[in-house]
């Protein structure tokens, strides 16, 4: 796909979250939409009690289980309120105002996590790299872990200022881990974690629905007496009410494309390859840089920067124009930030280095 003609046909999505879907499965919604296999009506239409609505949501636990190596010992839940729910389930779940909890504060989402947890119970945060703007993964030697924490939580990708966590923490607590980033991206040591989150929104499926991954072992450590709706147990025993149908449809489709493409082990070296065109480039010369220390870069989410940054605006108005869409950085940190998902083609990482060749060119 040309970047110059792209316009005319379907852009190069770079966007943070809602994230790019592969194309092949917004072919096949599209081909589906109107009336699903032979039941005569939409899957959006379909109620969450059907047997035909039991086989996607179950299509997709087996592929998710597949694609993870999850035996049963794990409960696989589809949930709604994003991952921001979770940062206030989770400590309401396992935390008490008696027991403290680790935190590892790497970006605005986990900053975001350690409030919640704080109304429910103690929260010790562990490391941080606010110091620097969340530009850096603290080293793991300046940790201050406390040993009776009941678990220690961590963002493994961070979208906002592009860091990423390349090795899981070694801590000795249980590990809670929000994914949402870069799930299924990678292989997750599942011995060392009692729960993994992902909203959907940017590596499977649509938002509206957040997959939750629990151990039994873990669950049944949780607090007595909670609310309903907001009891792992609870959901983990039944479907309980209404979930968000058409996007966990969505994500059985792109776990099923993700199996295409060699599931975790082919996509993890397409993904490697994406980030190291993209971040050669902008080590290419002084005009672009990268705002993360070199050993904490994300390979989902790269930021970057121009020298001259009056030039930014400009670089993503013309960007957008040739069809290479939402580059532009979080306001909290400014600057460009292309977001490239599992669903990212390498296509679309070619065609942006060569839009930045082509700048640099006529501005620098």
Known sequence: MNPTTVKTARGYNFSAGPGTLPEDVLIELRDELPVYESIGSSVIEISHRSATYTDIAESARHR?????????????????GGASMQFYQIPYNFLTPQDSADYLVTGTWSAKSVKEAKRVGGVNEAASSKDKNFSY??????????????????TSNNTVAGTQFHEEPDVP???????????????????????????????IGPAGVTVVLVKDSFLQTRNPDLATMLDYGVHAEKLFNTPPVFAVYMVEKVLRWLEGKGGIDGIKGVNQEKADRLYNRIDASDFYRGTVEKGSRSFMNVCFRLANESLEPVFIQEAAEAGLLALKGHRSVGGMRASIYNACPIQAVDALVAFMDDFEQKNG
């Open 64 to 80: 998710l289980r597949k694609l993870l190596g999850l035996n049963e010992e794990w409960h696989i839940l589809f949930l709604q």
């Open 173 to 203: 607590s249980t590990l809670i881990c929000d994914a949402s980033s870069d799930f299924l991206s990678r292989y997750m040591d599942l011995d060392r974690y009692g729960l993994i989150y992902a909203g959907a929104q940017k590596n």
């Open 137 to 154: 993964i603290p080293d793991p030697s300046a940790w201050d872990i406390n040993e009776q924490a009941v678990y220690t939580h961590y």
